[in-house]
């Protein structure tokens, strides 16, 4: 079973950067689109950011556009997550995920729940 892994996560105050990263075992990342979601207490789920396998376009909410970038790293099997200025309203656990296609059509509604699409996700909270 494929298991899609995050790190990275911490604690940091508004303006800091942090870099996630998701990894997988058993599946080569470089081969499908990639994306990163995020959900705070009390709100839905938010699509961040996506890479797409077949091109390498990305893509990313406006509330993040200028601050976070996605970026693969085929050698280490890995997707990154940069994140500068980070603002209070940036807080919530962070999930990368994928539907296992090589585009991002429609990674703002997110894949399939499930193990198999979704990592358990890491906790990132920016406060002083």
């Known amino acids: 079973q494929v298991q899609l892994v995050e790190s990275g996560g911490a604690l940091v105050e508004p303006g800091g950067s942090l870099r996630l990263s998701c990894g997988a075992s058993?599946?080569?990342?470089?081969?499908?689109?990639i994306g990163w979601y995020r959900q705070a207490p009390g709100k839905e789920r938010e699509g961040v950011s996506c890479?797409?396998?077949?091109?390498?376009?990305?893509h990313y909410a406006d509330s993040v556009k200028g601050r976070f970038t996605i970026s693969r790293d085929k050698a280490k099997n890995t997707v990154y997550l940069q994140m500068n200025n980070l603002k209070p309203e940036d807080t919530a656990v962070y999930h990368c995920?994928?539907?296992?296609?090589?585009?991002?059509?429609?990674?703002?509604?997110?894949?399939?729940?499930?193990?198999?699409?979704w990592g358990p996700g890491t906790q990132v909270t920016v406060s002083s």
């Open positions: 995920a994928t539907d296992w296609g090589r585009v991002c059509s429609t990674w703002r509604s997110g894949p399939p729940p499930g193990s198999d699409y």
């Open positions: 058993g599946k080569t990342l470089a081969y499908y689109a």
């Open positions: 890479i797409s396998s077949s091109d390498g376009n990305t």
